[in-house]
């Protein structure tokens, strides 16, 4: 081995800490080994004495000679020999440093290697190393060096783990899929016994629909790219924005979006955007990734180039993505809002189609709500004749796309006409929200006897208080505990008692939604200020797999087919029970969230008082909104 003892610091532990990059680079050893297999085992539970983590690939294996020579020797150059192995794959390692990387995470590594009915294997002990002045032409001492009729391949074994807190073993599945963008069938990734695969991500829409799309980027180069935006947000930071591929490695981590500051027509798109772009160019002859495999330098040789097509890129899909999300929006107009019809259609032809062409853009602004657009439509409807409102109405047509993106802007662009309505809408809000604050200090029950508040009752009547993705919703799209029985009747086929909302324990869903026509997601409430329990977060976990279940086996209408089903606990303290953090950490990986009630109106009263901020700067001297004053002294 060749280097200072030192390094191991300085190449290692600070390098490589946390398991995801030291297991990186074992299964990038893998690779350049042509394995067909690599096998991971990791507990949970890292900060166990005894925990250790093992990958075995099944590879060609290494010889003595060529683990003293090869492997253990600081910097050796592997592409020295070919930038391809034998199996024709091109070569992952390059810069020799990544069998340090164990060091981050480890106190012992040990590695045993089997080739051609020879095991031979090394214990390397990071205190012992570390200590030494220097390691120049030391050889290691083989602890095992005998005849075998293993099959080849090399098992890296670290133990007296440095872990200072628990992972996320779905988490830690994730990561390693987006690091290693490895071509079908080339080579199987086991964790923990299950095969690592591409989830599906539930994509809104992808280009190209699947697979890869290949171009070339002028001043740089070829490169190979999907894009694709999720239904929902994208809420990991694994998958969120582009990760950039070198040799099948990363080579850029996310969140990233090619370094774009602003100017982007449907920027909230950015939210939903995941994608990978290959470029073998960035890491040929001249290198341009950093020794972490974090980043690569956007400055450095043709890279401005692939940077430049990536900005463009994106504003382009983002705009498309707009668009496609308008026209849906138009759709659901013409379909959800029929009953402005008889106050619209006496109309001259020429207003007729004024005004609709104006509530189809009022409708399609992304962070407008459906309870929200019927009371500004029947304000702009009903007013029509007026030169205040027509003048709102030319507004609105002749105004420029990105003029009306959203809710504040489109406010800045109306008449006081429209402020005032916008102010309506706001009082009622915040009015309902004092009412959501009050039935938190009164800790009302999330179930109570007839005739009696509660929760459920609260929520389903105003499901936007539960977040702005919500907003589009009204009560008729939440279904309240016997009304869920219905809607599986309705919604599911051939369905009997096995799949009745009704639980083992007697106990019902509390609510379940239909989300943007998109997904299904259950509510399970807790009364405010009762700590969150283990039970309720399974019981949660117990009703999206029933209703999952029910929808592959029973079968449904092409409406609820291919609809995502989620979950969401609301409750309080979910801190103070250590069981229920280990199995909400594992729900978030399956879709299922909790949030804390006082959470939820924080930022619901956070969204109304930033309105009514703007209302107040439209038209601070109009008497319509001067008259509104006990909005001003709404303690919000």
């Known amino acids: 081995m060749n280097f200072a003892g030192r390094f191991i610091d300085l190449l290692g532990q600070q390098m490589y800490g946390g398991p995801v990059p030291s297991v990186a680079e074992l299964i990038a050893n893998a690779w350049d080994a042509d394995a067909g297999k690599v096998e991971i085992s990791i507990p949970e539970n890292l900060t166990k004495e005894d925990a250790e983590i093992v990958v075995r690939d099944f ?42 990387a164990g060091f981050g995470i480890a106190e012992d590594v040990i590695i045993r290697s089997v080739q051609d009915g020879c095991v031979v294997q090394f214990d390397l002990n990071y205190t012992e190393l570390k200590s030494r002045e220097s390691l120049q032409g030391y050889e290691f001492t083989p602890t095992v060096d005998e005849k075998t009729d293993e099959s080849n391949g090399v098992t890296v074994t670290y133990k007296h783990l440095k872990a200072k807190q628990n992972i996320n073993i779905e988490a830690f599945r994730r990561s390693m899929g987006r690091r290693f963008a490895l071509e079908t069938g080339k080579m199987q990734i086991i964790i923990n016994g299950t095969e690592l695969t591409h989830e599906d991500l539930g994509f809104e829409w992808r280009t190209p629909t699947d697979g890869w799309q290949e171009e070339d980027v002028p001043g740089f180069g070829k490169v190979s790219y999907w894009f694709g935006f999720l239904k929902n947000t994208v809420q990991d930071p694994e998958l969120r924005g582009v990760s950039v591929f070198a040799r099948n490695r990363i080579a850029q981590v996310t969140p990233f979006f090619f370094n774009l500051t602003g100017g982007i027509n449907g920027q909230v798109g950015l939210e939903y955007l995941t994608g990978q772009i290959k470029s073998d160019e960035l890491d040929a002859s ?77 409708a399609r602004i992304e962070s407008i709500s459906a309870d929200d657009f019927m009371v500004i439509a029947h304000s702009v409807v009903s007013g029509v004749q007026r030169e205040s409102v027509k003048k709102v109405i030319q507004r609105i047509n002749a105004a420029n796309d990105d ?50 508040p509660d929760m459920q009752d609260f929520i389903k009547e105003h499901p936007w208080l539960l977040g702005h993705e919500y907003e589009q919703l009204s009560s008729k799209d939440i279904y309240h505990e016997r009304g869920v029985d219905s809607w599986i009747r309705d919604v599911l086929t051939e369905t009997d008692k096995e799949y009745s909302a009704k639980n083992s324990d007697g106990k019902r869903f509390d609510l379940l939604c239909i989300k943007d026509r998109r997904e299904i997601v259950i509510l399970e409430l807790m009364r405010p200020g009762v700590p969150a329990d283990f039970d309720h977060a399974t019981r949660l976990e117990r009703y999206v797999t029933k209703v999952e279940s029910a929808i592959d086996k029973r079968g449904t209408g092409d409406e609820f087919a291919k609809m995502m089903v989620t979950g969401k606990l609301i409750a309080d303290n979910f801190t103070d029970d250590s069981s229920l953090k280990k199995v909400l950490a594992r729900l978030r ?47 919000i």
């Open 59 to 100: 590879g060609k294996g290494m010889s003595f000679e060529e683990i003293n020579q090869c492997y253990l020797y600081i910097g050796y150059e592997r592409r020295q020999r070919g930038e391809r192995t034998p199996g024709g794959r091109l070569v992952m390692g390059r810069k020799g440093i990544g069998k340090l």
């Open 286 to 362: 001249i290198d341009y990734i950093a020794t972490d495999r974090q980043t690569v330098n956007w400055q450095f040789g043709n890279a401005p180039a692939l940077e430049k097509w990536g900005q463009e890129k994106i504003k382009e899909l983002c705009k498309d993505w707009k668009k496609r999300r308008e026209e849906e929006k138009g759709k659901k107009f013409a379909h959800d809002y029929s009953e402005l019809a008889p106050l619209i259609n006496p109309l001259p032809e020429q207003e007729r189609k004024d005004l609709r062409e104006a509530l189809g853009r009022i």
């Open 403 to 452: 003029a009306v993106d959203d809710l504040f802007q489109a406010i800045k662009e109306w008449d006081v006409i429209s402020a005032v309505a916008v102010a309506e809408i706001v009082r009622g809000k915040i009015e309902i929200i004092r009412q959501f604050e009050n039935h938190l200090n009164n800790r009302t029950p999330e179930k109570s006897a007839k005739g009696l």
């Open 589 to 635: 990986s399956t879709g299922i969230t909790a949030v804390e009630w006082r959470t939820l109106f924080d930022q619901v009263e956070g969204r109304y008082k930033d309105y009514f901020e703007i209302l107040k700067e439209k038209a601070p001297n109009d008497p319509r909104i001067k008259g509104l004053d006990d909005l001003d002294r709404v303690n």
